[in-house]
C-alpha cells in the first residue's frame, strides 16, 4: 500500500485520485489477500459486520460502505447526493477503497486505549510530520474563526466534540482508528492552528503513510 503513496502527492488535495492503475492493482491485490483469509475473523478485528459470509459492511467517515469480496467491489449502502444513478448506492472512489481495503487487511483486533499520540511519534512519522501543517491548511482557513461550524461537520461525518479537550473533536475514519482534532481559533496575538493526534493503537490497524493519506481525504472531506 506505500505504492499509492508514492504515486499521490498527498500535500494536492487535486492529485487524490491520481494513477488510477496504480490504485486499482492496490485494490486487486488487496482484494486477493481478503479472499484468502477468514471474513469472520476480519469482521471482528476491525468492526465491520459480515453479511452473507461474503460481504463486509463498515462505517468509513460515518458512511455505511460495502466490501463485495467476490467481485471486487466497494460502494455505499445508500445512495449518495452526488450519485449520477438514482437506482444505484454509489461506487466508492477509488482512492478510498484502497484505504478501506488497507484497513481491512491491517486491522489486528486490539481496541482503543484512550491515548492519544502525535503524528512525529509514529514509526517513520519524523519523516512526513513536517509537511502534516501544509495537509492541515485548507481546513484551519475555512473554520479560523468557527471551531463550532467544524464540529458541526465532524458531526455530520459521525464524528463528536472531544469530551477530554473544549476544543477538540474526534472523528472516526474507521471504528478502531479515531483521530482527534485540536483546534485553536484565530486571535489578536495568534493565528488559527490545528493539531491531529492518533491513538495509540493505530499500529495495529493503519500504516503511517497511509495515515497521511487518511489526513489529505479528511481534509477535502471536511472542507468540500
Not at 481496541?111 to 517513520?124: H, V
Not at 482557513?141 to 473544549?166: Q, V
Request: charged letters at 25%.
Amino acid at each position: 500500500m506505500a505504492e499509492n503513496n508514492k504515486k499521490i502527492d498527498p500535500g494536492t488535495p487535486d492529485s487524490l485520485d491520481g494513477n488510477l492503475k496504480t490504485l486499482e492493482r492496490v485494490c486487486s491485490t488487496s482484494f486477493g489477500m481478503l479472499k484468502k483469509r477468514d471474513l469472520a475473523d476480519i469482521a471482528v478485528d476491525s468492526g465491520s459486520q459480515l453479511k452473507n459470509g461474503k460481504k463486509l459492511l463498515i462505517k468509513y467517515f460515518g458512511k455505511k460502505v460495502v466490501i463485495d469480496i467476490g467481485p471486487g467491489k466497494v460502494y455505499y449502502l445508500e445512495r449518495q447526493k452526488d450519485s449520477k444513478d438514482p437506482d444505484s448506492p454509489g461506487q466508492v472512489d477509488i482512492f478510498s477503497s484502497s484505504i478501506i481495503l488497507h484497513y481491512l487487511n491491517n486491522a489486528g483486533g486490539s481496541r482503543i486505549p484512550g491515548k492519544w499520540i502525535s503524528y512525529r511519534e509514529l514509526p517513520d512519522g519524523m519523516f512526513y510530520f513536517r509537511t502534516i501543517p501544509g495537509v492541515m491548511g485548507p481546513l484551519v482557513k475555512k473554520y479560523e474563526d468557527s471551531f463550532g461550524d467544524l464540529i458541526k461537520t465532524i458531526e455530520k461525518h459521525g464524528g463528536k466534540r472531544s469530551p477530554d479537550f473544549a476544543n477538540g473533536a474526534i472523528i472516526y475514519p474507521f471504528p478502531y482508528f479515531p483521530m482527534l482534532i485540536i483546534f485553536e481559533e484565530k486571535s489578536d496575538e495568534f493565528e488559527a492552528a490545528a493539531r491531529v493526534l492518533f491513538d495509540s493503537n493505530y499500529c495495529h490497524y493503519i500504516k503511517t503513510d497511509i495515515i497521511k493519506m487518511i489526513l489529505v481525504y479528511m481534509v477535502r472531506l471536511l472542507t468540500s
